[in-house]
């Protein structure tokens, strides 16, 4: 059984998300959505809304689960039996960051592989902050965000539906 890790703060899941998630759980058996649960980062969402975000929307990929995480991620990628790590990619941009952050993994645990996954074209420019700064004055995100994210965030905008 191949599990791998797809880490993030997911605040919240955007489309672009859902199509690296999509990717990994082609390749793996298994793939734990880890929500980074971090009381000195601050969210929009909390942990427990980033996660029913996530899991209101794995219909269509039933070998994939959430879990919150604290603490070094490579440590729980290691409790839970993974040693593969996925990122996405969504422009040249994204690289040096991703790159750090591989090889920092790496360091503080040699075993563990982390396998950047490009994103589809159109989604190159999707973000979650972006979506987030947007929705606050009431554009259109839907192109950008599952349909519950939408709603979630217009509520918390007090915005019609
Ligand atoms: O979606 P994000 O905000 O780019 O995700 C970043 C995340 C949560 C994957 C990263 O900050 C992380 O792994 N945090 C856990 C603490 C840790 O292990 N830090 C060292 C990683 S180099």
Same mark, same amino acid.
């Given at each position: 059984?191949?599990?791998?890790?797809?880490?993030?703060?997911?605040?919240?899941?955007?489309?672009? @998300?859902?199509?690296?998630? @999509?990717?990994?759980?082609?390749?793996?058996?298994?793939?734990?959505?880890?929500?980074?649960?971090?009381?000195?980062?601050?969210?929009?969402?909390?942990?427990?809304?980033?996660?029913?975000?996530?899991?209101?929307?794995?219909?269509?990929?039933?070998?994939?689960?959430?879990?919150?995480?604290?603490?070094?991620?490579?440590?729980?990628?290691?409790?839970?039996?993974?040693?593969?790590?996925?990122?996405?990619?969504?422009?040249?941009?994204?690289?040096?960051?991703?790159?750090?952050?591989?090889?920092?993994?790496? @360091?503080?645990?040699?075993?563990?592989?982390?396998? %950047?996954?490009?994103?589809?074209?159109?989604?190159?420019?999707?973000?979650?902050?972006?979506?987030?700064?947007?929705?606050?004055?009431?554009?259109?995100?839907?192109?950008?965000?599952?349909?519950?994210?939408?709603?979630?965030?217009?509520?918390?905008?007090? %915005?019609?539906?």
């Amino acid at each position: 059984m191949k599990t791998c890790i797809y880490p993030g703060t997911f605040d919240p899941i955007t489309n672009g @998300h859902l199509d690296v998630l @999509h990717r990994a759980c082609r390749m793996f058996d298994q793939v734990i959505i880890a929500v980074t649960d971090n009381p000195d980062k601050k969210t929009f969402f909390s942990t427990e809304e980033r996660i029913r975000l996530v899991s209101e929307n794995l219909e269509a990929t039933p070998n994939a689960r959430p879990m919150a995480f604290s603490g070094l991620l490579v440590d729980f990628a290691k409790a839970q039996g993974a040693t593969v790590l996925i990122r996405g990619l969504r422009a040249v941009s994204d690289f040096e960051y991703e790159f750090q952050m591989a090889l920092m993994n790496r @360091h503080l645990d040699a075993e563990i592989e982390t396998i %950047l996954v490009m994103t589809k074209e159109g989604y190159n420019y999707t973000s979650s902050s972006l979506v987030k700064q947007v929705a606050a004055y009431g554009a259109d995100i839907s192109d950008f965000v599952p349909a519950n994210v939408d709603a979630a965030l217009r509520a918390r905008h007090d %915005l019609s539906t």
